[in-house]
Each structure stands twice: as C-alpha cells, then as structure tokens.
C-alpha cells in the first residue's frame, strides 16, 4: 500500500528559503553584489545610512521587478530575489533599532 506523501506548495517553499536569505544576509558580503554601494556606506551601521540603503535597495527592486513583468531578457530572478533578502534584512535592522517587531512583507 502505497502512502500519501504531502509536498509543501511551492510558494511556501519559497518563502521559506527567501527567509532563511534575509537571516543569513550580510551586508559587506551581499550587497556590493546587488548595488553599486561606496565601502563607506557599507561600513556605516548608522539608521540615516540604513535608510538611504533600504530606499535604494527598493528602487532597484522595484526596476527589477519591472523587468520580470515586462517579460525582458536581462530580468535575473536570483537579483530578484538578493535584493528582497537584503531589503527585508535592512528594514528587519532599522525595526530592531525603534524597537518594533513586525514583519515587513510589503516587497516582493
């Protein structure tokens, strides 16, 4: 007798691995790959320099984005999803800096 074996869907699989992405995420590793960012930048911890990072990281996502819709040969669905990773990340610094939990899922 064969037994039911139950698959996550894949949209949950996703998620998860995108999560696992954002707690693995640093950002002098894996943001130069996604941003043309200055190493003072990356260096800076400070919440004003965060939040220019968290804004250009959503522009990028955004353009990103974009190109996926648009069905363009230089869309890159692993950028794609770096640049969720380390958008959710940097956001996840600056609510444990105001100490607010909560979970930011407003980009995609």
Known sequence: ???SVSIPPVASLVADSIDAGVLRYRRQEML???L????ADIADDSEECTRKL???LLSALRRERGRGRAGH???DLNRHIGLLQ?????RRTLRRRAGTS????GAS
């Open 1 to 3: 007798m064969r037994e």
């Open 73 to 75: 040969w230089s869309y």
């Open 32 to 34: 130069p790959r996604l």
């Open 36 to 39: 043309p960012v200055d190493p």
């Open 102 to 105: 909560g979970d930011d899922q």
């Open 86 to 90: 380390a958008y959710r990340a940097e």
């Open 54 to 56: 968290c804004l250009r």
